[in-house]
């Protein structure tokens, strides 16, 4: 013990042990042999497991993985996440399409044992030993078990008709390290963790079945015929694929299941070294069998390809994509250990593709691309996840991130020379060539896919586990951004650096449980530099990497560059100079911690600017302040690039864009104009757009300049607009020729407004979610349809807090609620008849609170929602003047604040004046809301679109007592347009019995547009 430990004495026991514990692994072989019922989808199975315990622990218990029950019900942790994402096939299942594991009989060196299932999981169990196992020593654990094949639409295992994916299929012994014992529930979301060890696996079906497995088929008797069979596939596959290329036939993509024969045979599979058995067997695999050389050894490893005829065109060319995978693998990160390498086409519901060792399962993939990219990620694999054992659930970047980071580097090297577009198939070259994205590198889209969320502020940090990812995250971050943040450290260290350290870890690690740390000191000793900046903040927090050029100075040698770190981060930075166009010099910086301030000389003759990390490696935030001239008087202004529509941030230039835009209503007519902004992919926190319009009013036949611009700035969970419009709202006042009218065309509405936004949903995966919003909005030149009176100008304040609350379960109950507080303030022009006009100031409050309910009712999408509205106003009613708020679906006449975008603001009569605001819950009557009131109104999902509704109204008259309503309709939704018809009301249907009408209800239809939601950007600021 030293001295320092010595002061920790009393707390010292968990350090010390956490400190000297010395890395170990339990040993774990397994013996299985099973049988293949494909009538009833079973298998029938025994297995035997030798476990090893090397640690130095008495182990009184073995926890056991049946990760089949995962299968078995609604109630497993794999359903909860399903249901939380959104998927309710779990619950609807029928019996058949669940699974499960039966029959089990825990026996321990041959003597029944006690075992129970997990409280919690019905996937996890635990086997009380009748003595405990002593450091050192074995035990064999052996049972019988029955699997019932899944659906194939759940999850890894199962069956689609008679393909078979049968993973995670058999008893097995959780994970016993360091930390004590790691026992999960399966989960789709959440990878796995396993006991490395030998597996000898005896799979019995019928004899037309081909199968590709874990493991080496020893040239035993069981398998002699085998061999010989999947020869004979592999050169009846090559002369199928030649026939059809030489006389140019189609390919016969027939899907049908030939019928099983009735003899039956064995299968052996044997391997050493690795952590889980999968196997996949289906009697339509075609077969192509090649071989690849392993760079460093020499060695040949066989690589099959097992397809149906769903994409057999894509597969014919599947062998090279195995070949060039396992090779480019085994070149950065260490020779491929075992003897073959096999892809099968399978229909898994596991994302595009699955591994396991030495087998990976490749879902439908649609182009030739695709397909490579899915192989050399599943192949990718073998070395993150198979060889390099990690704690995928809650390490996932170790896996899924490093290994997409090769898949990044692995198709840079394959398709060099063509761009995104070309080898994604989305976009032709001349598609690429008019978005300026003929420079665009594959590896780019790793940094977007970050930048995009960490722009809204809802990105999270690499280290997390699995399931707190939010489902977008898992994909950005994990993959993605891991990618991203080890492309960068390969940029600092250097490829052969970086290489070397990669290869390092791996031979120091295969077949083992490395953990974050164990992977930074691997990386580290090989290097011989501190890499704490990079696993420290890169990888486990979300602070942003932001260096900026502060000032640039020319010297004798080169140039000087003052840096300074506005980032969060801890890093070295990248300076490289230009002389023109040609590079002149590049240096790294040291490692900088956040607010310091470095200056490094970078050398190089003629450099005429300097910019921060060109290639796009270092996942800066802001790239705008990454560039300068080495002289001149504006040496950070960038060149400009004015193009239509939007293009990728680009921190070298002024990016300004416009777009041709026509837009109508009622009283401007035909408008003509353009928007200029600056929106980029990915969104920027600050934009601006300004849209100006020109028209010739159809009443005054003049022309008028009228349009909308704004200025947005967002950070985080932050978002602030400043909003200005102007149109006019004048024209209905000709409709009553004998008044007098006044200036008509002086004053379009001009409508200023600034909002400050705030979201509250940092807590990944949970249902609840709010937001608060504060508004302040002027409206001038506003025309009320009373034409007597006017109003100068119009302000409200508002707040509003919203909040929500998703369906948690299935059947669940989904929650919406607000409360908005109000105050208007009208200066009202009173009179036009009377000279001089007079003017009166009123004001009014209005504190609004909503709450729905939405119950599911079944898988389909039927619903039952139950909505509540209560409004208070106080209006000052000696102003003799009561304004109206839109709250319960009024005409076009009543929106005080002009927050709505009418086509015919004001119209009382009309098709457009059917146009209204129309709040979720609110009911769609004709009747003044200027006074207090509550409402109800319950919807039933009729079909997909159509809703029948049923709402009560009781209004509380200021001045004249209680009023109220019922009514009853339909609701007819289609994308942005909502249109509601009261076939009942009861007030309306009262007042026509009084002058002896019949109440028409589809006079009384209204609609309601949701323009905002047609704007692409809006919607992805929505969706993060
Ligand atoms: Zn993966």
Redesign the pocket.
């Known amino acids: 013990m030293n001295k320092v430990l010595a002061l920790f004495t009393f707390l010292g026991p968990v350090i010390l042990i956490a400190q000297t514990t010395p890395y170990f692994q339990q040993k774990v072989d397994h013996v299985i042999n099973v049988t293949l019922n494909d009538e009833a989808h079973e298998l029938d199975a025994e297995i035997t497991t030798t476990y090893t315990n090397n640690s130095a622990d008495e182990l009184s218990e073995i926890w056991m993985h049946l990760w089949p029950n995962a299968y078995s019900s609604a109630k497993t942790a794999m359903a909860k996440q399903q249901f939380r994402d959104g998927n309710m096939f779990m619950f609807y299942a029928l019996a058949k399409d669940l699974g499960g594991i039966e029959g089990l009989d825990f026996k321990v060196d041959g003597i029944s044992v006690r075992w129970d299932f997990d409280e919690e999981n019905p996937d996890i169990a635990v086997i009380k030993l009748n003595s405990p196992l002593a450091p050192g020593g074995t035990i064999e654990i052996s049972t019988p078990f029955k699997v019932r094949i899944p659906s194939g639409e759940i999850s890894r295992l199962g069956h689609v008709g008679e393909s078979y994916q049968i993973t995670q299929w058999y008893p097995k012994p959780a994970v016993y390290d360091r930390d004590g014992w790691h026992a999960l529930p399966y989960l789709g979301q959440g990878e796995f963790f396993s006991e490395f060890g030998t597996f000898d696996v005896f799979i019995t079906l019928p004899g037309n079945y081909t199968v590709g497995a874990t493991g080496d088929m020893p040239l035993d008797a069981d398998n002699e015929a085998e061999i010989k069979r999947l020869n004979k596939l592999d050169s009846d596959t090559r002369a199928y694929f030649r026939v059809i290329e030489e006389k140019g036939l189609d390919f016969s993509n027939n899907n049908e299941f030939p019928e099983s024969v009735a003899w039956e045979k064995t299968l052996h599979y044997h391997q050493e070294n690795v952590h889980d058995f999968a196997w996949f067997a289906d009697k339509r695999f075609k077969v192509l069998k090649d071989s690849v050389e392993l760079p460093h050894s020499g060695r040949f490893v066989t690589t099959w390809a097992m397809f149906t005829p769903n994409e057999e065109e894509l597969w014919k060319d599947a062998s090279d994509y195995l070949n060039k995978s396992t090779y480019y693998y085994s070149l950065w990160n260490g020779d491929y250990p075992y003897n073959h390498v096999t892809a099968v086409d399978g229909t898994i519901s596991a994302?595009g593709?699955m591994?396991y060792p030495n087998v990976t399962v490749i879902g439908e993939s649609g182009s030739a691309f695709s397909l490579d990219v899915v192989i050399a990620?599943?192949v990718?694999?073998n070395w993150f996840?198979g060889i390099l054992g990690s704690n995928e659930r809650t390490n996932a970047w170790m896996?899924?991130g490093l290994?997409?980071f090769n898949e990044t580097r692995y198709l840079i090297e394959n398709y060099e020379g063509k761009d995104l577009g070309v080898i994604s198939g989305q976009l032709s070259p001349k598609w690429i060539e008019r978005l300026d994205l003929t420079d665009f590198e594959y590896r780019w889209i790793d940094e977007l896919a970050y930048i995009f969320p960490a722009r809204f502020g809802s990105d999270q940090a690499l280290q997390c586990h699995s399931d707190a990812f939010s489902s977008i995250n898992y994909g950005a971050m994990v993959?993605k951004k891991t990618a991203a943040v080890f492309g960068f450290l390969r940029q600092y260290l250097g490829t052969e650096r970086f290489d070397t350290a990669m290869r390092a870890y791996f031979s120091e690690w295969k077949f083992k449980h490395p953990s974050p740390s164990d992977l930074q000191a691997s990386l580290e000793k090989s290097c011989g530099e501190d890499l704490s900046w990079f696993f420290e903040g890169w990888i486990k927090s979300t602070e942003k990497n932001d260096w900026a050029i502060v000032k640039v100075k020319k010297t004798d040698n080169g140039t000087e560059v003052k840096l300074a770190n506005r980032g969060g981060l801890s890093s070295p930075v990248e300076v490289v100079v230009f002389a023109g166009d040609m590079e002149a010099g590049r240096v790294w910086s040291e490692v900088g911690g956040p607010n310091d301030v470095i200056k490094i000389e970078v050398p190089g003759k003629g450099a005429t600017r300097v910019e921060i990390d060109p290639g796009r490696y270092d996942l800066d935030y802001d790239r705008k302040n990454n560039n300068s001239k080495t002289s001149g008087i504006f040496k950070k202004v960038e060149p400009l690039q004015i193009r239509m529509g939007t293009r990728l941030e680009d921190g070298t230039k002024t990016q300004l864009f416009w777009l041709p835009v026509t837009a109508w209503n009622a009283h401007n007519g035909l408008m003509l104009g353009a928007t200029f902004h600056n929106t980029t992919v990915p969104l920027r926190n600050f934009e601006w757009m300004v849209t100006p319009l020109v028209s010739r009013t159809a009443f005054t036949d003049k022309t008028q300049l009228g349009g909308v611009a704004n200025i947005r700035y967002s950070n985080g969970p932050w978002n602030s607009v400043v909003r200005y419009s102007r149109f006019s709202t004048l024209e209905y006042v000709s409709l009553d020729q004998d008044l007098f009218i006044p200036e008509t065309e002086a004053t379009p509405m001009n409508r200023v407004s600034f909002s400050l936004n705030r979201k509250f949903n940092k807590v990944v995966n949970s249902p609840w979610s709010s937001s608060a919003r504060y508004e302040y909005a002027r409206v001038s030149g506003f025309m009320d349809s009373n034409v007597f009176t006017s109003t100068a100008s119009r302000q409200s304040n508002s707040f509003s807090f919203k909040a929500l609350k998703k369906n948690s379960k299935p059947l669940g109950i989904t929650q919406n609620m607000g409360v908005e507080l109000r105050s208007f303030t009208f200066d009202l022009i009173k009179g036009f008849l009377i000279e001089p006009p007079q003017l009166y100031r009123t004001t009014s409050v209005a504190i609004l609170a909503n709450y729905s309910a939405v119950k599911t009712l079944n898988r389909k999408g039927k619903k039952i929602t139950l909505s509540l509205i209560t409004q208070v106003t106080r209006n000052d009613i000696n102003s003799g003047f009561n304004f109206k708020m839109p709250t319960m679906g009024f005409g076009a006449q009543y929106d005080p604040m002009a927050d709505v975008l009418l086509l015919d603001r004001g119209a009382t009569s009309g098709l457009l004046s059917h146009q209204i605001d129309m709040p979720n819950g609110a009911l769609p009557l004709n009747q003044d809301a200027i006074h207090n009131f509550s409402s109800v109104r319950i919807d039933y999902t009729l079909t997909n679109k159509l809703d029948v509704f049923v709402g009560a109204l009781g209004i509380n008259l200021q001045s004249n007592g209680e009023d109220g309503d019922y009514v009853a309709g339909l609701a007819y939704q289609l994308g942005p347009l909502s249109i509601q018809m009261p076939l009942y009301s009861k007030s309306m249907m009262d007042d026509m019995e009084v002058e002896g009408e019949t109440y028409e209800p589809y006079k009384y239809w209204m609609f309601s547009l949701n323009l905002r939601d047609l704007n692409p950007w809006d919607l992805v600021r929505k969706t993060n």
């Open positions: 994302g593709g591994e990620h599943e990718g694999h996840y896996d899924e290994n997409s993959y």
